[in-house]
C-alpha cells in the first residue's frame, strides 16, 4: 500500500444562493451527490395564430425544470463530536434549503415597518436568486420551486438527524433576467457551451459515419 489512489476526486454538487444587497452567498454543498437528477424540458410555442411555419416557431429557450433528491446526514458531525449537530442536529442545513423559498428577513421587517406606519411605497420581497452547480459543464441560475423535506431519524432532543430533502428548480433564462444580472450571463455562458457540446458530438457523428462509410 503507498498511500496513494487512482479513483479520480468526485466533485460536490452545489446551491449557490444571493439575497441582495447581501454580497456574501449562502452555500448549500451537497453532503452526498444525489444518484439521479431529472430534468425536463417543454418548448414554449409561438403565441398567436397559427398559420404557415408558426407550427416550427419557438417564443424563446424551452422551460426546462430539475428535480433531485438530497440526502442528509448528521451522523458523520456526531461522530467528530460536533457540539452544533449534537445539540441542534441537521435543523441548520434545513433551514439553509427552506431559505431559498423565503425573501430576507430584514426585508420583511422592514416593510412590516412601513406598513405599520402606513407608508404607500412597500418594497418586493424577492427570494433569493440561486445558482445551481453540477460540475464545470452545469452551472445555471435557477429559481427554486419547491422543497420536500422528509426527517427519518431524531434525537433524544427530537432534532432531525436524518433527512431527505426533494429538490424542484426552474431554470430562469434570458427571458426572465435582466442582462444587468450576473445570472444573465451565467445563462448565456450556459447557453454557449451547449451550442459547443452540440457541435462536438456532430462531428463526432459525422467522423464516425464517415469511417463506417470507408469500411
Not at 23 to 29: A, G
Not at 50 to 71: F, Q, Y
Amino acid at each position: 500500500m503507498t498511500g496513494l489512489s487512482t479513483s479520480p476526486r468526485i466533485l460536490k454538487g452545489a446551491l449557490v444562493a444571493y439575497a441582495f444587497p447581501d454580497l456574501v452567498p449562502s452555500v448549500v454543498i451537497f453532503q452526498y451527490n444525489p444518484e439521479t437528477l431529472t430534468r425536463s424540458l417543454t418548448p414554449r410555442t409561438a403565441e398567436g395564430g397559427v398559420g404557415r411555419g408558426d407550427a416550427m416557431r419557438a417564443d424563446g429557450p424551452p422551460e426546462e425544470t430539475i428535480s433531485l433528491s438530497v440526502e442528509i446526514d448528521a451522523a458523520d458531525q456526531l461522530e467528530r463530536g460536533d457540539g452544533l449537530a449534537g445539540t441542534v442536529g441537521l435543523h441548520p442545513a434545513l433551514a439553509m434549503l427552506e431559505g431559498l423559498l423565503y425573501p430576507p428577513f430584514p426585508l420583511v421587517i422592514a416593510n412590516q415597518a412601513l406598513a405599520l406606519a402606513g407608508g404607500a411605497f412597500i418594497g418586493g420581497e424577492p427570494v433569493p436568486l440561486a445558482l445551481f452547480v453540477w460540475g464545470p459543464s452545469r452551472v445555471l441560475p435557477v429559481r427554486v420551486q419547491s422543497v420536500s423535506i422528509t426527517e427519518q431519524a431524531f434525537d433524544p432532543g427530537l432534532n432531525p438527524i436524518l433527512a431527505r430533502a426533494e429538490l424542484s428548480m426552474r431554470v430562469l433564462t434570458y427571458r426572465e433576467l435582466e442582462p444587468t444580472s450576473p445570472a444573465y450571463w451565467v445563462y448565456m455562458a450556459s447557453f454557449t457551451q451547449k451550442e459547443v457540446m452540440a457541435a462536438m458530438n456532430l462531428v463526432s457523428n459525422v467522423a464516425s459515419l464517415g469511417a463506417s462509410v470507408s469500411i
